[in-house]
Nanobody, 120 residues
Framework: QVQLVESGGGLVQPGGSLKLSCEAS????????MGWYRQAPGKQRELVAN???????NYVDSVKGRFTISRDNAKNTVYLQMNSLEPEDTAVYSC??????????????WGQGTQVTVST
């Protein structure tokens, strides 16, 4: 089992910055990838960014050059640094962790979500 706790959401003006944190606990050694999804009202949930155990990173096109995903292995934490925020970034952001168990069984764990609102 893996537990995820997000923090760092809030209200910010356009052009501002926020840094989200996702701390993992439990069977952290089974995790091979972590990342962030977001969902805005009336829109589909989309993958924003993720990082693998090999250190590879991926971003949705709309956030490239503005968002950065990083890891602190000592703290079992993944971060999402969000710069140059736009109103279109307003959404509930949810952390996920993908775990691999015996016999190649895969499972995704989810955090509770944190609200990010970009507005004047």
């Amino acid at each position: 089992q893996v537990q995820l706790v997000e923090s760092g959401g809030g209200l910010v003006q356009p052009g501002g910055s926020l840094k989200l944190s996702c701390e993992a606990s439990g069977n952290i050694f089974s995790i091979y990838a972590m990342g962030w999804y977001r969902q805005a009202p009336g829109k589909q949930r989309e993958l924003v960014a993720n990082t693998t155990s090999e250190g590879l990173t991926n971003y949705v096109d709309s956030v490239k050059g503005r968002f950065t995903i990083s890891r602190d292995n000592a703290k079992n934490t993944v971060y999402l640094q969000m710069n140059s925020l736009e109103p279109e970034d307003t959404a509930v952001y949810s952390c996920y962790a993908a775990a691999l168990y015996s016999d190649n069984y895969e499972y995704q764990y989810w955090g509770q979500g944190t609200q990010v609102t970009v507005s004047t």
